[in-house]
């Protein structure tokens, strides 16, 4: 049984591996997030039980982009159930780009990680007022991050004055009654949502909370349902990684999130959570040093879901 002191030094030795890698290229189509210094690299590690390990820039804030995504659906779900959150949202693989603006044949967005999928949730989730809406969502992710988050206004605004492809998908969603009510008022929780920032210890922590059924593993506050956070982690398996989902459920096999601004939070049911920053991103918007080391860690510790070598809970039983 590999312990958890090995897996730490492992993770350093991944930091160090990838570190000189400069592959890819910052986000620049959101105008505010090509400020971001594209060699920060930081890896966190959290467990089930709460313990935390971090290397290289985890206290480097970034917003969250893509990364909301699974959990505002995990909020959705509590809030609508299955079966009306499903009338507004698929859960198929799109094969397509996040910001693709196709629709299925009942003219429901994909799935909930791309950003047809993370509108209509949005729209599910709102609030009485825009206000209101965006203050419960960051609740609940300090909640599971355990720290007290905020939105970056300079991002929110950024990409609510660029943002037009996603304004056209909205408007789509309106003519299709997917969504209702004020476009505007969507929009904004979506775009706030993005705009949340966090570091890479956040993400793992959040990344924890899901590993543990939606209990933080520190406060052991229940901040998801646990009924519905196997909905969040499936999708994220099949369709976390967008264009990328099917290679990524091969090689590395876990549910994770990509975001634009080059977070990659990963989760290993009921054992732990790995989250990564680092700016460059491929061609698909992925983090390029964020894919190449879940691949690693999940490679050298059978942390695929499927691997023979994933026992379960091992590094639970390991402490
Ligand atoms: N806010 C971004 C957008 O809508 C999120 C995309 C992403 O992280 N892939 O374009």
């Not at 985890?58 to 009306?84: D, N, V, W, Y």
């Amino acid at each position: 049984m590999k312990d958890l002191s090995q897996l730490k030094s492992y993770i350093a030795q991944v930091y160090e591996r990838h570190r000189s890698n400069n592959d890819g290229v910052v986000a620049t189509y959101i105008p505010e997030l090509g400020k971001a210094n594209p060699n920060h690299f930081g890896i966190s590690l959290v467990t089930a039980t709460g313990e935390e390990f971090s290397v290289g820039d985890s206290q480097q804030e970034f917003t969250i982009q893509s990364i909301c995504k699974p959990l505002a659906f995990l909020m959705a779900l509590e809030q609508h159930g299955r079966e009306e959150t499903l009338r507004h949202v698929g859960i198929e693989p799109s094969g397509e780009a996040f910001n693709s603006i196709q629709l299925d044949a009942l003219n429901r967005p994909f799935n909930p990680m791309v950003n047809a999928g993370a509108i209509s949730v949005a729209n599910l989730i709102k609030g009485s007022s825009p206000e209101a809406g965006v203050a419960n969502f960051v609740k609940r992710l300090s909640q599971a991050a355990h720290r007290e988050l905020r939105v970056d206004q300079a991002v929110c605004n950024s990409e609510s004055e660029t943002g037009h492809r996603n304004r056209a998908i909205a408007h789509l969603l309106r003519n299709f009654d997917i969504i209702d009510g004020a476009v505007d008022h969507t929009l904004h929780q979506y775009f706030s949502q993005c705009s949340v920032l966090v570091n890479s210890r956040d993400l793992a922590m959040i990344g924890a909370t899901l590993a543990n059924i939606g209990a933080n593993p520190v406060t052991h506050d229940e901040v998801f349902d646990m009924h519905f956070v196997k909905d969040a982690l499936s999708v994220m398996l099949t369709c976390g990684m967008y264009d990328f989902a099917g290679e990524w459920a091969y090689r590395v096999g876990l549910p994770a999130k990509s975001g634009v601004a080059g977070g990659i939070m990963a989760v290993v049911n009921r054992q732990l959570s790995i989250a990564v920053y680092s700016p460059r991103l491929d061609a698909r918007g992925n983090s390029v040093r964020g894919i190449q080391v879940c691949k690693d860690l999940a490679e050298e510790y059978g942390l695929h879901a499927f691997d023979f070598m994933n026992f379960g809970s091992n590094f639970i039983r390991a402490l």
